[in-house]
């Protein structure tokens, strides 16, 4: 099972963007869909998740400006940002667990955000 990411990018403190991740399997959803970052010299984080029961989870760092949604029918899931920080720079990536069995985990190759002016 493959996860591809797009919509990394540089853009200034202020701005947006949105990242999409879309999945090789369509057959079983997820049972959760999500955004990890990791920044240089940091641990991996949780930044967003959503479950396929509509539960969503939001780092208290990105709580107000970030937007997790999923289309669960196509395992594809989104992450709207909103007025980047510097902060927020790292390599983003996607991850899709419970698909075959409650312990498995998918990653994508990851996407970077560089916020800078």
């Known amino acids: 099972v493959q996860l591809v990411e797009s919509g990394g990018g540089l853009v200034e403190p202020g701005g947006s963007l949105r990242l999409s991740c879309v999945a090789s399997e369509s057959r079983f959803s997820f049972v959760g869909m999500g955004w990890y970052r990791q920044a240089p010299g940091k641990q991996r984080e949780l930044v967003a998740e959503?479950?396929?029961?509509?539960?969503?989870n939001y780092s208290d760092s990105v709580k107000g400006r970030f937007t997790i949604s999923r289309e669960n029918a196509e395992n594809t899931v989104y992450l709207q940002m909103n007025d980047l920080k510097p902060e927020d720079t790292a390599v983003y990536y996607c991850?899709?667990?419970?698909?075959?069995?409650?312990?498995?985990?998918?990653w994508g190759q990851g996407t970077l955000v560089n916020v800078s002016s």
């Open positions: 991850n899709g667990r419970g698909l075959f069995s409650r312990g498995d985990a998918f």
């Open positions: 959503t479950t396929s029961s509509g539960s969503i």
